[in-house]
């Protein structure tokens, strides 16, 4: 399995934006697929964004897709998930998690999970 720790949550505004990271160490990282979810109070966790092995691929969530960017540095075992125009809606758990596959990773492809990060978006 790999260890994820998840840091750069906070509160923030309506319209702010944040960039979570996600410290990466043990199985090799740069050959997983990665993807950060969200869990918001009484809900069931969330796929916001996943991207591929290499970089070359990101997948995103509608609700999301146009407000995050998602990216990885190999050589830094880290993924990022960049928020812009946030809403508070937006508020939630964050968690990274890495997938057994490199690519078109599945929700169930996803086998380790870092402890989260809270998000606070006030309106």
């Known amino acids: 399995q790999v260890q994820l720790v998840e840091s750069g949550g906070g509160l923030v505004q309506a319209g702010g934006s944040l960039r979570l990271s996600c410290a990466a160490s043990?199985?090799?990282?740069?050959?997983?697929?990665m993807g950060w979810f969200r869990q918001a109070p009484g809900k069931l966790r969330e796929f916001i964004a996943a991207i591929s092995w290499n970089g070359d691929s990101a997948y995103y969530a509608d609700s999301v897709k146009g407000r995050c960017t998602i990216s990885r540095d190999n050589a830094k075992n880290t993924v990022f998930l960049q928020m812009i125009s946030l809403r508070p809606e937006d508020t939630a758990v964050y968690y990274c998690?890495?997938?057994?596959?490199?690519?078109?990773?599945?929700?169930?492809?996803?086998?380790?999970w870092g402890q989260g990060t809270q998000v606070t978006v006030s309106s």
């Open positions: 998690a890495a997938a057994t596959v490199g690519d078109y990773p599945a929700s169930t492809d996803f086998d380790s």
């Open positions: 043990g199985r090799t990282f740069s050959s997983s697929a």
